[in-house]
């Protein structure tokens, strides 16, 4: 028999069962994608789990043992979107086959109907989206592909979750040459025009933009595309984007951001952010929105531009950027593109409605 177990929050990075659950999670990653860019380290995953007034963690383990073979990380909501639970459920490779992952599965059900949840997501990587042809499965938008033999696609379908949207993961070699982009930069400058000016900050949000910033964290949640997800927009102020940043300290990351400020009113009207975690040569791009009223002046592109520029010069050693983006964003997609970004896997997300 299998037992599922729900880990106590830990005690604090130095914890063995988080030491144990990042080495199972680790593996995972390894096996799935081939490199170790999304690996975060145990001082990275506390802080996390620092402060939990926006959403909670909570960590469903079958062992061996102190050993984990396998995983279901759920994500509470507790500040909007609390109709919903997220799950990354995963099993050693070694291990697969024997039940742990139906196990974890029911064992998420349980956690999603004990917290009122009625609507559980889960997502599944692929290293490459497949052509389309026999055996590919797409969602409703028409855009992206699943194989539909690959494992992780069987158990989600065999359990009732159905394929809302497909993303695709892309990543840049920086830096940019000094002349490429700057001709990125100065080409979305003339449509913005003197209308715009661009700010820059690390970390810690300017107090006179930080109203701005929150509004636009807001939007992030509804105005990307979501395919068929039942995603809600969710409450964001100051005091929130101050936990944000707090985690992120605590975390050991830095943070770089890029906004357009309108300069008639003063308003932030776009912005773009790099995280920059324990890998001394990757990160990634983080969210980039520009306000629907301020939509068609290049402003996605020109916040783009100079926060690598802020890149390259806060921190030299960064050679990759990863990110992700909904396959039928198209509009995103190709600032990514025109920058260089190159696609490099994806993943797949589904629902299921309890």
């Not at 065999?158 to 830096?175: F, K």
């Amino acid at each position: 028999m299998t037992t599922v177990h729900e880990l106590a929050t830990p005690a604090g990075p130095d914890d063995p069962d988080l030491a144990a659950l990042l080495d199972a999670e680790h593996e995972v990653l390894a096996d799935v994608w081939g490199h170790h860019d999304f690996v975060q380290t145990a001082r990275e995953r506390w802080g996390q789990l620092s402060d939990d007034r926006d959403d909670r963690l909570i960590t469903l383990v079958v062992r061996d043992g102190r050993d984990v073979l396998g995983y279901a990380q759920l994500e509470v909501p507790t500040r909007g979107n609390e109709h919903l639970l997220y799950v990354d459920l995963a099993v050693r490779p070694g291990h697969r086959r024997h039940g742990l992952g139906s196990a974890l599965w029911d064992a998420t059900l349980d956690v999603a109907r004990r917290e009122g949840r009625g609507t559980v997501f889960a997502g599944i990587d692929q290293r490459t989206e497949p052509v389309d042809g026999p055996g590919t499965l797409a969602p409703a938008t028409g855009s992206g592909r699943v194989d539909g033999d690959q494992p992780g696609v069987r158990f989600a379908a065999g359990r009732g979750l159905g394929l809302e949207q497909v993303d695709r993961y892309s990543v840049l070699h920086v830096p940019l040459a000094p002349e490429v982009l700057a001709a990125h930069h100065e080409g979305a400058a003339a449509v913005a025009d003197a209308d715009y000016q661009v700010v820059t900050w690390v970390d810690r949000c300017p107090d006179e933009w930080v109203d701005g910033l929150a509004v636009l964290e807001q939007a992030m949640g509804t105005d990307a595309p979501l395919g068929g997800l039942d995603l809600r927009e969710e409450p964001w102020d100051a005091a929130r984007v101050r936990r944000m940043e707090q985690r992120r300290a605590t975390s050991g990351q830095r943070t770089l951001t890029a906004g357009a400020v309108h300069r008639a009113t003063g308003t932030l009207a776009a912005f773009t952010q790099l995280v920059l975690g324990s890998r001394p040569d990757f990160g990634w791009q983080h969210d980039t929105l520009v306000r629907a009223d301020h939509r068609g002046h290049r402003l996605g592109m020109l916040v783009k531009a100079a926060n690598l520029a802020q890149l390259a010069e806060q921190a030299p050693r960064i050679r990759r950027v990863g990110t992700w983006n909904a396959e039928e964003n198209a509009h995103m997609l190709a600032i990514n593109v025109a920058l260089g970004f190159a696609p490099s896997g994806g993943s797949s997300s589904w629902q299921r409605r309890l």
